[in-house]
Each structure stands twice: as structure tokens, then as C-alpha cells.
């Protein structure tokens, strides 16, 4: 019984939950009302992908599901788009940061910049198939994604340390 416990950290989950809780309240309430040239930053992407960088292909993927669906409830013009895109991204980095890349900052810099532009291209098909298309949504996007760095260079820290905790 206490083997069972030890396995299914609870405290982990709870780190999460308020990560999650604080990530989406921070996007909702704060971010979305700092704009540049009318684009507000965006950093469930690369909370996603630091999720699955630093708890691997199964939790990664689980935590930015969530998060999805709360995503989802929160942005009233989105069905279904993070609740599919969220751990499909935290998957891909979780795989990318297995084999390819380490855990370090500017790795996840990086990632975090493909995974914003990969938002923002999905983003803008979306509208395409919508036939609402603008050449300038373009743009839009590569500043949305350069906007929303700096933010998400916040969403590295917490999962970094909590993962350095637990392999200890």
C-alpha cells in the first residue's frame, strides 16, 4: 500500500494543478490585455511544452490535456483546438527533448519559439478554412510567437525545478 502511494506522488499532481491554475489564469486575465499591434502573447504552447520536457510522454501530454480543456473553456471562439493541440505539442517535445535535445534554457527557448509559430500557423488555417484568409495574418503570427517569448521563458522554470527535485 505504501509503495502505491509513493508512486502516485500526489504532490506532483498538485504542483501541476497550480501550474496549470496559474498559467491560464495569468493568459486570461493578464497577457490578454498586453498588446502590441493589436497581438496579445500566447504561453499555454510553451507551458505545454515544458510540461512534456520535463514529465515525459505520458504525464506531459495527460497535464496539457487539461489545461486544454480549460483552454478551450476560457477562449469562447476555440470547440475543441487546445484540447487536441495542447498535448499533441506536449508529446512532440517530451520526444524531441528524449532524444534530440537537452533539458537546458535555451533548448527550451527553442522549442517553445517552433511550438508558438506551429499555434499560430494551425491558428491562421483555421481562419483559412473559414475563408476570412489575409496575407497579413502572417505577420501577425511571427509577432504573436516573438511577443510571446519573453512570457514564456517564465512557464521553464517551475517543471525545472520540480524535476530536479524528483531525480534529486
Known amino acids: 500500500m505504501n509503495d502505491l502511494l509513493?508512486?502516485?506522488d500526489f504532490r506532483r499532481y498538485l504542483r501541476y494543478g497550480l501550474f496549470i491554475l496559474v498559467t491560464l489564469t495569468a493568459q486570461n486575465m493578464v497577457l490578454g490585455s498586453l498588446r502590441i499591434?493589436?497581438?496579445c502573447p500566447l504561453v499555454l504552447p510553451a507551458a505545454a511544452a515544458a510540461m512534456?520536457?520535463?514529465e515525459g510522454a505520458t504525464f506531459g501530454p495527460i497535464f496539457s490535456l487539461i489545461m486544454g480543456l480549460f483552454a478551450d473553456m476560457a477562449f469562447i471562439e476555440n470547440k475543441i483546438f487546445f484540447t487536441l493541440l495542447l498535448p499533441a505539442l506536449s508529446l512532440a517535445s517530451a520526444f524531441v527533448s528524449q532524444f534530440f535535445i537537452n533539458r537546458r534554457f535555451f533548448a527550451?527557448?527553442?522549442v517553445s519559439l517552433i511550438v508558438l509559430l506551429i499555434t499560430g500557423t494551425l491558428q491562421m488555417l483555421k481562419t483559412l478554412a473559414a475563408d476570412a484568409f489575409s496575407v497579413d495574418m502572417i505577420s501577425v503570427t511571427v509577432v504573436q510567437a516573438l511577443?510571446?517569448?519573453p512570457?514564456?521563458?517564465?512557464t521553464y522554470f517551475?517543471?525545472?525545478r520540480w524535476s530536479r527535485e524528483r531525480i534529486g
Not at 151 to 154: E, G, N, R, T, V
Open 37 to 39: 499591434i493589436g497581438v
Open 6 to 8: 509513493e508512486k502516485l
Open 151 to 154: 512570457f514564456s521563458a517564465l
Open 52 to 54: 512534456g520536457m520535463f
Open 147 to 149: 511577443w510571446s517569448l
Open 158 to 160: 517551475m517543471p525545472a
Open 108 to 110: 527550451f527557448m527553442g
